[in-house]
């Protein structure tokens, strides 16, 4: 399975974009990418995923670079609220395939007030 | 509406003793999987359900560990014979039908501890 490197963690100050990266160097033509969230002690939720273009939706904005080995999630404006670890993961879509998400370790975000 | 729910939340429990561990998915939804979440790490996938088919076990680490979903919707992981290498926080989460590139929405797990 195509694998994921992200930083162990980044801080930014609150109320300013965040740009968090993602390489995905072996990443095939079926791998979508998606991005999750893990608030300190709750369970992982959906941030955004995207396979080409990029994506926007309430909570963030996903940027895929055209060779598609790296991506950026984008935080438009981080809020203390958004301090969490997030993942980026790749996931096939080939039907009937293994649907497991490889999850790396993420990377910590630290929002500064 | 109700999320996905996992009981107990946690469990404290004597090496060799068997656990059950229960997920309670989102109604309607098909898909279930089972993750293993060690302190500081992301989660590891265990298994996966689609609909009451495991159609995918190859996360589980040993024949110690199974799990069911007999009607299609709620799913027990068990554990036998526990070890303290087995304490760990697992959680379930559950995907609505549609395209392969369903979200998965998690639970809030059950924190094992083996003693």
């Known amino acids: 399975d195509a694998k994921t490197t992200q930083p162990n963690s980044m801080e930014s100050n609150e109320e300013e974009p965040v740009h968090l990266p993602c390489n995905h160097s072996t990443i095939s033509g079926t791998d979508y990418i998606h991005w999750y969230r893990q608030l300190p002690s709750q369970g992982p939720e959906y941030v955004i995923h995207g396979l080409t273009s990029n994506v926007n939706n309430r909570m963030a904005s996903l940027a895929i670079a055209e060779d598609r080995k790296s991506s950026t999630l984008i935080l438009h404006r981080a809020t203390l609220r958004d301090a969490a670890v997030y993942y980026c993961i790749l996931k096939t879509t080939v039907m009937d395939s293994n649907y497991q998400l490889i999850w790396g370790a993420g990377t910590k975000l630290i929002i500064k007030p | 509406g109700a999320g996905v729910s996992q009981s107990p939340r946690y469990k404290v429990t004597k090496r060799g003793q068997d656990v059950a561990l229960r997920c309670d998915p989102i109604?309607?939804?098909?898909?279930l999987y089972w993750y293993r979440q060690a302190l500081g790490q992301g989660p590891e996938f265990l298994t996966y359900f689609n609909y009451e088919a495991q159609q995918d076990k190859s996360g589980l680490p040993n024949d110690r560990f199974s799990a069911e979903r007999p009607e299609g919707s709620i799913s027990t992981l068990t554990i036998q014979r526990t070890e303290q290498r087995d304490s760990a926080m697992y959680r379930c989460?559950?995907?609505?039908?549609?395209?392969?590139?369903?979200?998965?929405?998690f639970g809030p797990g059950t924190r094992l501890l083996v003693l």
């Open positions: 989460a559950s995907s609505p039908p549609g395209t392969i590139q369903e979200t998965q929405y």
């Open positions: 109604s309607g939804h098909v898909s």
